[in-house]
């Protein structure tokens, strides 16, 4: 499984639940994908569910539109393979609170060529250029189906 490179690494094992804001912020000034560490190119995309959809503002960082398509498979969260998030440790509270539990009924990836920002560290939110178009999970399912079943 790929590993995001903005997640805060314990001993060796990611903590899917927890960005580390130095490395995002480190992302951010060098332009690099949220996902895979690489530069981004114009098109870029983000993943969020159907809240995020309607507002344009995201939790989570630009992507390479194939990372975040990836990441409807390869993510425990986005690909809905584990119901909750594993254990929230109790002193990360303040990042999570704003954090669903469950996956949301449907991911998508907001295409678009640019970004603002709003807020800084852990209360960090993106907002999204508009929408060159839109692509839903579903849609990524139907097209990935010989995969994904
Ligand atoms: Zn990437």
Same mark, same amino acid.
């Given at each position: 499984?790929?590993? #995001?490179? *903005? +997640?805060?690494v $314990?001993?060796?094992?990611?903590d899917? *639940?927890t960005? !580390?804001?130095d490395?995002?912020e480190d992302?951010? /000034?060098?332009g690099?994908c949220? +996902? &895979?560490g690489?530069?981004l %190119?114009a098109?870029?995309? @983000?993943?969020?569910?159907?809240?995020s959809?309607n507002?344009?503002? @995201? %939790?989570d960082? #630009?992507?390479? +539109?194939? &990372?975040?398509?990836?990441?409807? @498979?390869? &993510?425990?969260f986005v690909?809905?393979?584990k119901?909750?998030?594993?254990?929230i440790?109790?002193d990360r509270?303040?990042?999570?609170?704003q954090? *669903? #539990?469950?996956?949301? $009924?449907?991911?998508g +990836?907001w295409?678009?060529d640019?970004?603002s *920002?709003l807020?800084a560290r852990?209360?960090l939110?993106?907002?999204?250029?508009a929408a060159l /178009?839109v $692509?839903? !999970?579903c849609?990524?399912?139907?097209?990935?189906?010989?995969i994904?079943d």
């Amino acid at each position: 499984m790929p590993v #995001p490179s *903005t +997640l805060v690494v $314990e001993d060796g094992a990611p903590d899917f *639940t927890t960005p !580390d804001v130095d490395k995002v912020e480190d992302h951010l /000034r060098r332009g690099l994908c949220h +996902l &895979c560490g690489e530069k981004l %190119r114009a098109e870029i995309g @983000f993943v969020g569910g159907v809240v995020s959809m309607n507002t344009g503002m @995201f %939790r989570d960082g #630009p992507v390479h +539109l194939e &990372c975040g398509r990836y990441s409807f @498979f390869a &993510c425990p969260f986005v690909s809905g393979r584990k119901e909750a998030y594993r254990y929230i440790r109790p002193d990360r509270v303040i990042s999570h609170q704003q954090a *669903t #539990p469950h996956r949301p $009924e449907h991911m998508g +990836l907001w295409v678009t060529d640019g970004f603002s *920002t709003l807020g800084a560290r852990e209360r960090l939110q993106f907002i999204a250029h508009a929408a060159l /178009r839109v $692509e839903w !999970d579903c849609e990524i399912h139907h097209r990935f189906a010989t995969i994904h079943d």
